[in-house]
Every structure is written in C-alpha cells, then in structure tokens.
C-alpha cells in the first residue's frame, strides 16, 4: 500500500495556524530514528527562515529541560 499526502491539505492547515498564531519558534522532537529524520527540516529551516527560530532536541532532552517558549 502507497501512502501519499495530500499537501493542499498540509498547505491549509498551516495558513489556519499562521494566520491564528504568531508563530516565532519551532522545534522538532523526536529519539531514535525520527530525530534524525528531523534534521532536514531543522537544516532548511536553520538555514532558510529568517525570523522563524529552529531547534532540534531529543524526546528525553524536551521533556527533562523543556524551553520556557
């Protein structure tokens, strides 16, 4: 079975929470094989955005210290 996603629908989702939020901050969590599947994003973003801040952190690092934002 071929997943596929459907980016119209990923594309409105985020202009609902843009358009909701004023959005400074992201951060991707994950540990194991997602964190690293992470990092592309966090590259493209780090890189990338010029407002937006990235971080990258594992599940146990997010949950133990997690960000005052």
Request: hydrophobic share 40%; glycine share 4%; proline share 4%.
């Amino acid at each position: 079975m071929h997943n596929t996603i459907d980016l119209a629908n990923v594309k409105n989702i985020v202009s609902q929470i843009v358009a909701a939020h004023d959005i400074k901050t992201v951060a991707f969590v994950g540990c194991g094989a997602s964190s690293s599947e992470l990092y592309p994003g966090y590259y493209f973003l780090k890189d990338a955005a010029q407002e937006l801040r990235p971080f990258h952190y594992t599940a146990a690092e997010f949950n133990d210290d997690t960000p005052a934002w």
